[in-house]
């Protein structure tokens, strides 16, 4: 027996095996599985021919749903998913079915991110230790064991830091990597930059990073803001610094060669993002997670402007008018990233706003639709194959214009792109 199933559940599972080429040269119809989720299938039309095809995905060696068996020149779309029912049974039924299909090239070893490594829980992240052992978190630990397998990454410190000191981080560096793979780009796992993101038509590099907690320095004095004017002047002076910290420390950052990010065998002449996420501090009663409020410091860091809202003539307008720093508890900080020496090497500053252990649940779900991905975009290494930017002086308008070479003066100009998914 087969049974139709959601986009989204198949994407989940699927999430490594398409490739970004493919995409441009077929369209899927329907998802399907047997009764015990064995296997999946879908019905695809191929655009060359104008034909079907169904692709049916298998366990690998090592877990991963891929390619075993397909059939293609199929006149419609019925009969080719009656020969995917038809198929999906068979294969099931046989006696010789072990739930796998060797491929033959699977890695000796696949990144397992809720592997028992033996570390006692009072080493272990707290955040880590909730998504691993409650009841409620059954959801996120089914996504986390589908994308595992896919993970294959060159950085050996993955799953130690990510169940011990830097669980936000990588977090948010596995956030990237599904959310680009789910937009149809191909994305290789490397670990500096930490990946290498590609299509058909371009290809950039992606840096992660996080905003944390300050425990030490005039930043250890967290604000509690309450009315709309503090949280202007939190947003304006302590999370504009804050997020100044964590972009140029990935701006500034050497190997022991010296090289920057852009500068790395393999990552020399494409465009290279950094993304950023706002973790510097836990929700709890009293106050939101930061991620639900604190774009507004990033906003203002890398536009170097102050931006907000003022009533006029009854009616609420938007505003925007130029800084030259940021400025808390004594610390003193310049804006406008874009103006810093080797800012002109940064395509765009991306970043997006999950929140923690509630976006592993949500993963599967954001995977059946596009994601609206905002990049603030300023120099002349586009990320798109077009250069967009606006002037200093737009405010709402999200109309691009071509930009001529960034010098990385301070009359910079950015822009609020929305990056394409792949067709």
């Known amino acids: ?58 366990r690998d060696g090592v877990g991963r749903f891929r390619c075993a068996n397909l059939e293609t020149d199929i006149a419609t779309e019925r009969r ?114 930490d990946l290498k993101v590609s299509s058909p038509w371009f290809r950039f590099s992606v840096e992660a990073t996080t905003v944390a907690p300050s425990t030490s320095g005039p930043l250890a004095d967290h604000p509690k803001p309450t009315t709309p004017a503090d949280i202007s002047e939190f947003l304006h002076g302590y999370m504009a610094i804050k997020f100044g910290s964590a972009l140029t420390s990935k701006l500034n950052k050497t190997d022991a060669q010296g090289r920057h990010y852009w500068e790395k065998p393999g990552f020399e002449d494409i465009p290279f993002v950094i993304a950023v996420a706002d973790f510097h501090h836990d929700s709890d009663f009293e106050r939101l997670g930061p ?70 649940i949500a993963l599967a779900c954001l995977l059946a639709s596009p994601l609206p991905i905002t990049a603030i975009s300023a120099s002349d290494r586009p990320l798109i194959q077009t250069r967009m930017r606006l002037s200093e002086s737009h405010s709402a308008s999200t109309s691009p214009t071509p930009a001529t070479k960034n010098s990385g003066a301070t009359n910079y100009k950015c822009s609020i792109i929305r990056m394409p998914s792949v067709p």
């Open 1 to 58: 027996m087969a049974k139709r199933i959601s986009r989204t559940l198949f994407d989940l599972h699927a999430i490594g095996t398409r490739r970004a080429l493919v995409r441009q040269y077929s369209t899927e119809c329907s998802w399907w599985s047997d009764l015990d989720d064995l296997v999946f299938g879908t019905v695809i039309l191929d655009h060359t021919d104008q034909d079907y095809g169904w692709i049916l995905l298998v």
């Open 80 to 193: 080719a998913t009656a020969a995917l029912r038809i198929a999906i049974a068979e294969t099931v039924r046989d006696s010789a079915f072990t739930g796998f299909a060797l491929q033959g090239d699977e890695p000796s070893r696949i990144v397992d991110l809720l592997e028992d490594r033996g570390i006692p829980d009072e080493k272990l992240h707290r955040n880590y230790l909730i998504l691993r052992d409650e009841v409620s978190k059954a959801p996120s630990r089914k996504v986390i064991e589908a994308i595992s397998p896919w993970l294959v990454s060159s950085d050996p410190h993955l799953v130690k830091e990510f169940q011990e000191s830097q669980f936000d981080q990588r977090l948010w560096e596995i956030y990237l990597w599904a959310m680009f793979r789910d937009q149809g780009y191909d994305v290789e796992h490397a670990e500096a930059p």
């Open 291 to 360: 991620m639900t409020y604190s774009q507004g410091g990033l906003y203002a860091y890398i536009f170097g402007r102050r931006m907000g809202t003022i009533e006029k003539n009854g009616k609420l307008v938007g505003y925007s008018e130029p800084i030259e720093q940021h400025t808390y508890n004594g610390k003193v900080v310049p804006t406008g990233f874009f103006r810093l020496p080797k800012a002109e090497n940064v395509s765009a500053v991306f970043s997006r706003t999950p929140r923690r252990l509630q976006n592993l």
